[in-house]
């Protein structure tokens, strides 16, 4: 059956640095849109970053210059690099994945468990 299974999550300081990973297993990962959501406590799940099969990135603007997505086909990885974290960024990242080539209007199919990023102070 289809896995998303996210990890690389944890607590860090205003400023520092986190990189989470998503492997997918059961899953035509290579053609598919991919990306990052997060939900803070209180507040809706929001994109934060997406890629479609050939790389190309999109970004909210929050996270604009700070964070990096990336896939590695060969893998089935997918991953998310964020920098200059701030308090704001605090949320559960979600691995999602949309059974599609491009990520145009985003509908995901499929979600991971969550990873938990905490950034203090």
């Known amino acids: 059956q289809v896995q998303l299974v996210e990890s690389g999550g944890g607590s860090v300081q205003s400023g520092g640095s986190l990189s989470l990973s998503c492997v997918a297993s059961?899953?035509?990962?290579?053609?598919?849109?991919m990306g990052w959501f997060r939900q803070a406590p209180g507040k809706e799940r929001e994109r934060v970053a997406t890629?479609?099969?050939?790389?190309?990135?999109s970004y909210a603007d929050s996270v604009k210059g700070r964070f990096t997505i990336s896939r590695d086909n060969a893998k089935n990885t997918l991953y998310l690099q964020m920098n200059s974290l701030k308090p704001e960024d605090t949320a559960m990242y979600y691995c999602?994945?949309?059974?599609?080539?491009?990520?145009?209007?985003?509908?995901?199919?499929?979600w991971g468990q969550g990873t938990q990023v905490t950034v203090t102070s």
């Open positions: 999602a994945g949309a059974r599609r080539l491009s990520c145009a209007n985003m509908v995901v199919n499929d």
């Open positions: 059961g899953y035509r990962y290579n053609n598919y849109c």
């Open positions: 890629i479609n099969t050939s790389g190309s990135t």
